[in-house]
């Protein structure tokens, strides 16, 4: 039986800009797939969307193992970006997610600033793709490998190609990075650019060396660093850019287990939330995590989750 | 379908080096095919560690008086492993299972030799069963570095008609490799299947004697695995598919059981430089 | 009985440029007070070296409470650099130090550069003062309270002021933050600037907020987290550092629980350790981590510690 | 001297709401004295808290059949107390201590009011033993919310000249708080120190009610402690000295117990504006 969301009477109904959910959980773009085999768990279609795995135009083999390593109340990955190109995903994943009504936020990702462009135009008035997440968090090639979301140029550069390529009225989330000096600056230059949300936070790039051999234990030496470890960093970025940026939509991620994890996001300032590593541990995790935190709301006596939404910055007011 | 269970452990057994754990698990005896495996958490939410274990399921009984039940083997070696076989009568453990790809069956009942390395022979009694069960004949080779390290003689020897035994160090049976034995035994039992379950090396070796003697293996392969579910691509492998392109699959779902010539054994821990998708030079 | 460590042949002496130590694991600054109390667990004579808690100019009450949160496998703390300030600092408790015979570190800290200087200065020929770790990781009251370290010219300034008010023959190591978009760019500026080793890494900016009341748990609503959860994240630092700079003696920290987390700092690039948050844990640690640390060095056949520092590069060479 | 005690649990007991937890701490009894708390380790490796968790001393044993051996009652109410109470027999503990300063006794067989708020009444007993010893009368007063959260009547009316009980919602003895009763035990016993112990609040008060009767309190505060030994300055209170400068003491080791009159009670959580090195306006 899959688990689907239990009734509540609180208002769990999310939105970000004009977009409306009915819920405010949604998964991690790499965490899930394309949704397929979660939904032997949950039902997919009740969760507030289904982000997909970053996508390439071109299919790729992604990294050699190992590819992961488990860390303190976290883990490390270097997958690569392994997929099947744009229109293979086409074809094949978002045409089954369409078919299962679910809402689809496609993540899409490229070497340089015109693969993000023509990724995106291949996505053009494709069913139930809601959203576009623009994952800058990958290096660069054009520019030494540096990652793009480091860069308020290059991360800005990206934002503008994509929002040229696709229709004026899908919205783009650009999914940034905490690896950078002040993540307030990167995520003003992307809404400039165009983006109508953000996706706070990627992963932190880590290593773990493996005691044995005395060598870096992922073959791609560093990895993204997920997990419970990260969610202080990424409460904190989100807390940051909402003050930053009052009105800007915001998915909060990194690290939510939990309801109390979530409500935190909520708090400082997210309007949607992925859950992304935890998936790994509970396959229910989604379902579970807007039930937790409907029952929490309803303890506090909070009717609708919009109320909590930001609640965090009140003694800034 | 797989689906998370919220078990109890009914009990632990030393075998051996190994610890088989016996857990409630309503559903997974009535879904389960060999080959099937259970990914188990490690603790609580107060656990610092968050990935699940894989394990191969050795037996699943639904007719207990606990209802459900399945069996694994746990080697103890590391800190989920450690705390699994630890694990006491009455605690709860929560499984997510039945997982991975079923063994292919043989369609005709013909003769199989079924190697199991070390715990890698835990899946193999209940695929002997279902061989049994089609009329299949069933020889077994247990192998393990030392005498404490097999695991199933016993069971294997009921359920076989040969059973061969090595070990590393001469402690019980051949001193030597599995595949020291493997030729003779699938000489003198006429096999047409060889099932293995065991250490990658010998996952090769197996599957290159099958190969050498115009037989098909079918290997159950071990990489390490964040979800088990195939949401995030760690596991996977180099394989090499029907239209003969390599691609890197994912052990948990398109596996763990592949077909031996199938496996680019050489390559696992790197991307083939013809695999769909590879990286041009200098690329991810 | 005050743990010391056991009796080992491993060679466990390590070196800092020309300063030589008995041990690799040390204390981490603000994680062991001034030794004193650490002292009834563990002989501190018999550790590498103490790093006090950073000390001001002028007495510090520190931040108001709530000054820390739990978090998983780690903490997020917001001290506030509560101290007695230099004077008091170098009558009571380094003289206690000097008189034990420890082998003290001091780290010193300031509010613009020109208090960095000043507190340096009083530590002129002061005995048992190996060496002196500049934490430029606190809030630059002169600059809109941006982070010394998060800047290069900032950071370099502070070493620069320090370097010209100490003598020439005391060691001064930069203790870096790790969160910058470049962590080899600060690291190379100090240098420059005249350090002689880096300390890395302090905590990573986070916030955790309280599911009661909405709010911020920490009165200072940021804090710095801690403990292993930031272990890969420091581990890469101390390794992008090691490859950037080849001989830069390199204080590892962020993390360390036992000695295979110790094995990966020094085969990272780290000549020494510090023990920070699991002090807290384990008062003993430091010992600890030293008897383990060499227990697996012997269980390897390694001789001595130096033949793993660095190791995890040697397929870079 | 503190050292850490790789223990086991010999004993745990549900008391209304709350777990009495014995265990094995060979040196706790000997060097221990009355107003001393323990830290313990939520955990082995691999658990996901680092931090210990602070519970006062209820009881030692020092000849006990186990060796040394130490109480503490334990209120769950989060990750860690929770875990604490689900320990079983046999199960190991790690616990650091004897920590902090003990309370100060008076130098003359003076009568004495002991007052405990719900768990906070754990290190009283001992106290009391202490005190009696000296020739000082012992009054008890215990208050919690209610009657399940009272914790020792039987024990602490053997060991007191008169008990005195309160409960906010009137299950158990008076309905009321503490100081509803204290002002009328001071007069009758003719205290000339109060002990207190319990949340925040209940200390303030009970340090109001024991100036106005011109007599010394000692109050035992609960901040929060990341290490309990004094390294850290995560546990401070605004404590006015004797020279009357007001300075943020760490209250593992300064305390817990400070003098009532001394404890800045209404500026607990702020640095007060005269506060040794508090920061200028917009500083730190
Ligand atoms: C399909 C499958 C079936 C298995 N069946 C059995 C079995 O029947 N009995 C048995 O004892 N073991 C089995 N294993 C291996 C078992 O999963 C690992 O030994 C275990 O995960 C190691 O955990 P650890 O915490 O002890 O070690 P660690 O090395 O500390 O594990 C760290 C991380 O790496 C992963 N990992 C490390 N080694 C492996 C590995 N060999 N396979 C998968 N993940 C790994 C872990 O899941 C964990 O996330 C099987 C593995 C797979 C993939
Ligand atoms: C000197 C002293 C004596 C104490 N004696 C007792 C006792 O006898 N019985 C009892 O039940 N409890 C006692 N406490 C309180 C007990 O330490 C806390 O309830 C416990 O730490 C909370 O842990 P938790 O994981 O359940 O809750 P959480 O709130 O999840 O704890 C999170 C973190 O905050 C810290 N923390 C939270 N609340 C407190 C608190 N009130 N005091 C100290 N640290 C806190 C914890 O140590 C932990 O690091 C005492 C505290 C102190 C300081
Ligand atoms: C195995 C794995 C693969 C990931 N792949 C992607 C990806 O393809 N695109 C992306 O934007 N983020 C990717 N992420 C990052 C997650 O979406 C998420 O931002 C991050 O893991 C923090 O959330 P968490 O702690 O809940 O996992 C991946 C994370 C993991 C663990
Ligand atoms: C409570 C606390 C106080 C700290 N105070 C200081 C400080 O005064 N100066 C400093 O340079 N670092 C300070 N640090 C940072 C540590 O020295 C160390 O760099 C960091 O905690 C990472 O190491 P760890 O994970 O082992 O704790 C403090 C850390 C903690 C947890
Ligand atoms: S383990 Fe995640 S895809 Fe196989
Ligand atoms: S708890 Fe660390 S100083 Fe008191």
Redesign the interface.
């Known amino acids: 039986m899959k688990r689907v969301p239990k009734r509540t009477t609180v208002d769990m109904s999310t939105k970000l800009g004009r977009l409306e959910f009915s819920s405010p959980v949604f998964t991690a773009s790499g965490c899930a797939a394309a949704g397929k085999e979660l939904d032997q768990f949950i039902d997919i279609t009740t969760i507030g969307a289904v982000v997909t795995k970053s996508v390439m135009l071109n299919p790729r083999s992604g990294r050699a193992t190992p590819r992961m390593a488990e860390t303190p109340s976290g883990m490390l990955n270097g997958i690569g970006l392994q997929g099947p190109g744009i229109d293979d995903f086409i074809q094949n994943d978002l045409s089954w997610l369409s078919q299962k009504g679910a809402k689809t936020i496609v993540s899409i990702a490229g070497n340089n600033v015109e693969e993000f462009g023509k990724v995106a135009d291949k996505l053009r008035d494709i069913p139930g793709v809601v959203a576009i997440e623009v994952n800058i968090s990958c290096p660069n090639v054009e520019n030494r490998g540096q990652v793009f979301a480091c860069d308020p140029y290059a991360a800005a550069d990206v934002i503008n190609n994509v929002r040229r390529n696709v229709s004026a009225s899908i919205p783009l989330f650009a999914k940034l990075s905490p690896d950078v000096t002040d993540i307030t600056e990167i995520a003003k230059s992307v809404v400039k650019a165009g983006a109508d949300g953000l996706s706070v936070i990627n992963t932190l790039l880590g290593m773990v060396i493996d005691t044995d051999t005395l060598l870096p234990k992922l073959s791609g030496k560093t990895g993204g660093l997920s997990g419970p470890a990260i969610r202080p960093v990424a409460v904190r970025c989100v807390y940051q850019i909402r003050k930053a940026l009052p009105n800007i939509p915001i998915i909060g991620m990194g690290g939510i287990r939990n309801g109390r994890d979530a409500i935190e996001f909520f708090a400082a300032g997210a309007n949607a939330i992925s859950v992304g590593t935890t998936v790994f541990n509970d396959p229910e995790a989604c379902v579970r995590i807007h039930d937790e935190t409907a029952e929490i709301l309803q303890e506090k006596g909070i009717r609708s989750l919009s109320e909590i939404i930001s609640a965090a910055h009140r003694e800034d007011l | 379908?797989?689906?998370?269970h919220k078990g109890t452990v009914v009990d632990v057994k030393k075998v051996g080096s190994y610890f088989v754990l016996t857990a409630t698990a309503a559903d997974i005896p009535k879904d389960f095919k060999p080959g099937n495996f259970v990914a188990v958490?490690?603790?609580d939410?107060?656990?610092?560690?968050?990935?699940?274990r894989a394990f191969s399921i050795y037996q699943v009984n639904d007719r207990g008086v606990y209802g459900g039940t399945v069996d694994i083997v746990v080697s103890p070696h590391g800190?989920g492993t450690d705390?699994i076989a630890n694990l006491k009568r009455n605690d709860p453990i929560n499984l997510?299972g039945p997982l991975g790809k079923p063994f292919s069956l043989p369609k005709e009942p013909v003769p199989c030799v079924l190697v199991g390395g070390g715990y890698g022979a835990a899946p193999l009694f209940t695929l002997a069963e279902a061989l049994t069960a089609r009329g299949c004949r069933v020889d077994f080779i247990l192998g393990a570095s030392t005498q404490e390290k097999l695991f199933g003689m016993l069971e294997a020897r009921r359920i076989s008609t040969t059973l061969s035994v090595t070990t590393d160090d001469g402690t019980s049976g051949v001193m030597g490799r599995v595949t020291d034995v493997l030729p003779d035994v699938i000489k003198k039992s006429g096999a047409a299947v060889v099932y293995a379950c065991g250490p990658m090396q010998m996952l090769k070796a197996v599957s290159e004697v099958a190969t050498l003697h115009g037989i098909v293996s079918q290997t159950s392969v071990e990489?390490?695995m964040?979800?088990?579910?195939?949401?995030?691509?760690?596991?996977?492998?180099p394989i090499i598919g029907e239209d003969g392109v390599t691609?890197?699959l994912r052990s948990c779902?398109d596996g763990p059981a592949f077909r031996g010539d199938k496996v680019r054994w050489d390559e696992?821990?790197?991307?083939p430089a013809d695999?769909?998708?590879?990286?041009e030079i200098g690329?991810?």
Chains 1, 3 share one sequence.
């Not at chain 2, 379908?1 to 998370?4: A, F």
């Not at chain 2, 696992?268 to 991307?271: A, C, L, R």
């Not at chain 2, 695999?275 to 990286?279: E, K, R, S």
Request: charged share 10%.
């Open positions: 379908m797989p689906i998370v958490a490690i603790g939410e107060r656990s610092s560690l968050i990935l699940r800190p705390y997510v990489e390490s964040a979800c088990g579910i195939g949401v995030c691509m760690t596991c996977v492998m691609r890197m779902v696992v821990g790197t991307i695999t769909w998708g590879a990286p690329g991810h």
